[in-house]
């Protein structure tokens, strides 16, 4: 990916981190638990739960040293490096343990990678048991309409540089039910969203 252009896009998001955060947050309804955020359109979830949130404990990060560089210093210029931890990441094959996580997500996952089904599945598989996964994207359930009108222009034109797939509930569904969730809600107020909570 055009390491330029993910820095444009998570720039343009930044005014919806916090309401994205606060989205997330309402569906996982705890202050406190280890949070992992993948991908490259972060850390601005991971930072706005960490201010949130002050008994979270943070991990983020991707795949390639230079998206991690990016990510420490946007994480190091919130002040926020004691907080959020940054680990070089495989989306496909997360090298962390079975049930590591109470909380895991991937804005923008749903959107740009193939393979979903693989990406699910790891995701719940370092969830803890009752913990919460979220998947997708968007501006966040309780983004101003004025605001999202304002930078919806160059949003789009930026998501379709990068190739954004453009995905319906029912394909939301299908990727859930192939990734064996048999529980699972799908939002989509500003946004679509993947959630479910790991079984016990």
């Known amino acids: 990916m055009d390491f330029d252009l993910i820095r444009a896009v998570n720039d343009c998001f930044k005014p919806f981190y916090p309401y994205a955060a606060a989205e997330i947050h309402a569906e996982y309804g705890r202050d406190a638990g280890d949070v992992l955020e993948i991908g490259p359109y972060g850390p601005g979830v ?5 201010e949130r949130c002050p008994g979270m404990r943070l991990i983020c990060g991707d795949d390639t040293q230079v998206l991690n560089d990016y990510l420490a210093e946007t994480i190091a210029e919130a002040g926020m490096s004691a907080r959020v931890r940054v680990e070089l990441i495989d989306k496909y094959s997360l090298a962390f343990e079975a049930a590591s996580f109470d909380l895991v997500v991937f804005r923008g996952g749903l959107f740009f990678w193939e393979e979903q089904e693989r990406i699910v599945a790891e995701m719940n598989r370092v969830l803890k048991p009752g913990g919460m996964g979220a998947h997708g994207g968007g501006f966040g359930a309780g983004a101003p309409d004025a605001l999202i009108e304002s930078l919806l222009p ?9 190739g954004k797939k453009r995905l319906s509930r029912g394909d939301v569904r299908q990727i859930a039910e192939n990734s064996g969730l048999t529980t699972f809600r799908i939002a989509a107020e500003h946004g679509l969203w993947l959630y479910w909570e790991k079984a016990d």
Not at 46 to 50: I, K, N, P, R
Request: no cysteine; proline share 0%.
């Open 46 to 50: 991971a930072l706005a739960l960490a």
């Open 154 to 162: 160059e949003a789009r034109a930026l998501n379709d540089r990068l």
